[in-house]
């Protein structure tokens, strides 16, 4: 998730979506929405946001960050260790990934790289997003692979210049490279990576010694922010504070880090695996940060993580083998997501997520997921178990709940809501058969879209498979990433209800039995008409000739309430999605309107 604290005024900016630039709302509404915001966030939050501010204004963290030495010298060793054994073909498409990377990364994007880190506009030119990709070191480890690989090949050259390069084009805590505190933990962790499969993490060369500790100022100049966003930051500022001091040989330094870890593993993800980021991509990111934590820590022979890390990582995992494909490795596109594959040594890229619960699954979990063979953990040198984790026919977790029953599973998004949700999914209910997504999410977009209409067709109440009354949204948005008048919420035995601030009262529960899926949507309270978006596959989408339902020749949706005669309308139409981020394209809805007085909408799914 971007930098960005959650109480800045975009308005001021011009940056919030046209949908909610609203210039007739008074200022003491606008301040009264904000009070409940942090009213829901809590004093926890909003107080370290707080001290960040206070601690900018001071400048404190500027003067922390004022001068800083180039790292000067050789970043890797001279030769490269021999590979593990790979298959043929897994090598050969590891090599050819290699050579095909660009001579150049973009470093910046269009974002000035003289401009002091701290106090940067990140929305100014662009999406950021695609910036702090290029410097997370993915191109790095791939090239330290090749040169396992491929010793004669010139690989391990093009990494040493690579970081050479690097360090030229991004000065120490100028541009949008160390804008971050959690990209320059990203990095950190990236490059101590590199040095481990190069055998040089134990006593690293000069120039790498000297950028790890460059990143690891620049974590520890703002640690309030990170610890504010109860997000990812929060996990992976504190673990690439301990893989520096790891590689550094700072052992007092690791141990503390190791605490910060530690602790906010406990807050941000529950006992049965909830993460605070309800999201199957920010759930991997944070694996994947927590992953290579715990094979850097045994690698160092360092103490055992602090309880309840181990266990917590362990739910977490589960949690994400649930909701990812075991066919293709795909994800629900719940909430949102970056398109983040960190550390992914066995190249899946971000549509597939397999790589990282398998990794994970061997680290916390003593058991295996999906890919037995997976390149990656050959890589780190993790065998495979004999156990496997399970695929429950119904879980529940923190703000999700699930489904499977003959190779399809459903997903829904309900409460608790102890965190901050970034998008009006409430209730929101994905439904895949295998790897095929039946009934869609419309997926992310971009945090800082080229257009701002993608914000409303993305992320409002209609971008998602759930009822809205009389087309309000059921929460004003206040900022990229902050919502207020969350709804109160509460679990059902088979699904879950809300209640927004307007009074409108929504159930949902869901039943299978073999290939037929029935969804139930009580609703209640003061509304002229309800309206519900079904998100379909592609497909030749045409109504039934009842007006009750629509099928695409094989799959058939059919639609039945307690309304009054002609009170029911069905129609497709057009709509968009986010197939990636950065992307969006059309896609066919199902839009049923159902008008007042009506309690019951059912919604039957029968899939081929």
């Not at 949706?557 to 057009?574: K, N, Q, T, Y």
Request: proline letters at 9%; hydrophobic letters at 50%.
């Amino acid at each position: 998730m971007s930098d960005q604290a959650p109480f800045i005024d975009e308005r001021d900016a011009g940056l919030a979506p046209e949908a909610d630039r609203k210039p007739w709302l008074p200022q003491g509404a606008r301040l009264r929405l904000l009070a409940d915001a942090a009213w829901r966030l809590g004093p926890r939050p909003v107080a370290l946001l707080l001290w960040h501010r206070a601690s900018l204004a001071l400048g404190l963290p500027q003067r922390a960050l004022a001068r800083a030495a180039a790292p000067a010298g050789r970043f890797l060793p001279r030769a490269a260790p021999p590979p593990p054994g790979l298959p043929a073909a897994e090598a050969a498409r590891l090599l050819q990934a290699a050579v095909a990377l660009p001579r150049r990364p973009d470093w910046h994007g269009g974002y000035d790289p003289a401009a002091p880190a701290l106090g940067m506009a990140l929305f100014d030119r662009g999406d950021i997003r695609p910036v702090w990709e290029a410097s997370r070191f993915g191109d790095l480890l791939l090239l330290v692979q090749a040169a396992r690989l491929a010793p004669r090949a010139g690989h391990l050259d093009r990494a040493e210049r690579l970081l050479r390069d690097w360090c030229a084009a991004n000065p120490a805590f100028r541009g949008p490279a160390w804008a971050c505190g959690q990209e320059a933990a990203l990095r950190a962790l990236s490059l101590a990576l590199a040095l481990a499969l190069l055998e040089a993490d134990r006593d690293p060369p000069p120039a790498a010694r000297a950028l790890l500790r460059l990143c690891a100022r620049r974590i520890a100049a703002t640690p309030a922010y990170a610890a504010a966003q109860d997000n990812n930051h929060s996990l992976s500022e504190p673990a690439g504070a301990f893989a520096c001091a790891l590689v550094l040989g700072d052992a007092t330094g690791a141990s503390r880090a190791a605490e910060r870890l530690a602790a906010a593993v406990a807050r941000l993800v529950a006992p049965d695996g909830g993460f605070s980021q309800v999201s199957a991509g920010y759930a991997r990111l944070a694996l994947d940060v927590l992953s290579l934590a715990e094979w850097l820590r045994r690698r160092h022979g360092a103490k055992t993580f602090p309880a309840p890390l181990t266990a917590r990582a362990a739910a977490l995992t589960a949690w994400l083998h649930r909701v990812t494909a075991a066919e293709d490795g795909s994800g629900p596109g719940l909430g949102v997501e970056d398109g983040s594959a960190f550390a992914d040594l066995g190249l899946h890229g971000p549509a597939d997520a397999r790589g990282s619960v398998e990794r994970a699954a061997r680290l916390f979990a003593e058991a295996g997921g999906d890919l037995p063979r997976d390149a990656g953990c050959a890589w780190l040198g993790l065998p495979a178990p004999a156990a496997r984790l399970a695929r429950p026919a119904r879980w529940r977790a923190t703000g999700s709940q699930g489904w499977a029953a003959v190779g399809a599973t459903a997903l829904l998004r309900c409460g608790p809501l102890p965190f901050r949700p970034a998008q009006a999914d409430l209730l929101h209910l994905t439904l895949r058969d295998g790897p095929r997504h039946i009934l869609r999410d419309a997926g992310t977009g971009a945090y800082n879209p080229p257009s701002p209409w993608w914000w409303a067709a993305l992320a409002g109440g209609a971008a998602h498979n759930a009822v809205l009354f009389d087309e309000a949204e059921p929460m004003p948005r206040l900022g990229r990433f902050l919502l207020a008048r969350w709804p109160r919420l509460r679990n059902l035995p088979e699904g879950a209800a809300r209640q927004d601030a307007a009074g409108h009262r929504h159930a949902r529960s869901v039943a299978v039995q073999g290939r037929l899926w029935t969804v139930t949507d009580a609703l209640a309270g003061r509304f002229r008409q309800a309206s519900l978006r079904w998100r379909l596959p592609p497909g030749d989408w045409r109504l039934a000739e009842d007006g009750r339902g629509a099928t695409d020749g094989r799959l058939r949706l059919a639609v039945a309430s307690d309304a009054a005669p002609g009170a029911l309308r069905l129609a497709l139409e057009p709509g968009w999605e986010s197939p990636g981020y950065g992307r969006i394209a059309r896609c066919t809805l199902l839009h049923i309107r159902i008008a007042a007085p009506a309690t019951r909408l059912v919604t039957q799914i029968h899939l081929p």
